[in-house]
């Protein structure tokens, strides 16, 4: 979608601009949610890691905790696989502003 999204960017006569209004996912509020096997260096190619949310389903089993997310997205930036601050924003921040906390 993000790549999709950039396109109609660049080729403007692919979308409607005024039905896009400002392509973003910043502009538009639009967050992705994730798992932990993502391959997150090309997610932080489309999406900045101010979009980007853990995937749970709350409701039930946690499945972010039983795959150990915070742990493994912690070793990716450990790893330098994504920033630093990635697994901050994904755990902490992001969710705080989706959920106007």
Not at 4 to 26: A, I, M, Y
Not at 43 to 66: K, P
Not at 76 to 82: K, R
Request: with cysteine; net charge negative; glycine share 6%.
């Amino acid at each position: 979608m993000a790549h999709r999204l950039q396109r109609g960017k660049e080729h403007p006569h692919l979308f409607r601009k005024e039905r896009l209004g400002e392509v973003g996912f910043e502009a538009n509020r639009i967050y992705v949610t994730c798992e932990i096997d993502e391959d997150f260096p090309m997610l932080l190619q489309y999406i900045s890691e101010d979009n980007l949310l853990v995937g749970s389903d709350y409701s039930h089993h946690d499945i972010s905790q039983q795959q150990g997310f915070s742990t493994r997205l912690q070793e990716l930036a450990d790893q330098g696989v994504i920033p630093q601050s990635t697994p901050a924003k994904m755990m902490w921040d992001n969710p705080k502003v989706f959920y106007g906390l």
